[in-house]
């Protein structure tokens, strides 16, 4: 029996074991953690872990043993991925890549956005992530 107009809470908390539930569908599910400690490390966090084992082996052994290498590399790979979407529309403005254009010339638009791309992500790899 379905109840109608029955409002489900999306995340709530088991008090007596301290889980996390959040809604999916009709069910509750444990709820992942999204503290930097688990949280997943994206692409530039990535590369950054590969940086500091090829080239800053200290750096990387000190951060995994004091435990807090993960949450330096979802803060890094964070603060590249903002610069890299702001360098991106940046360099689109500059550039009079808009929608306009998108429009008249999708082949051109792709170009110059594949352009503006590879640029904004090579300005994030020497600044942030080979240090």
Known sequence: MVLEGLKMERYITDERTGLNYELVGSH????G???PEHAPI????????????ARRRVLYVNLLTSGALNRYLVDLDRQAE???LRLVNQMAAAGGITEALKAADQMEWVRRMNS?????????????INL
Not at 28 to 31: C, G
Not at 42 to 53: E, M, P, T
């Open 42 to 53: 994206g692409v530039w966090g990535q590369r950054h872990l590969r940086y500091l084992k």
């Open 33 to 35: 953690e999204d503290t």
């Open 82 to 84: 903002e610069l890299f």
């Open 116 to 128: 503006v791309g590879n640029r904004a992500a090579e300005i994030v790899s020497a600044e942030l």
């Open 28 to 31: 509750y599910l444990i709820a």
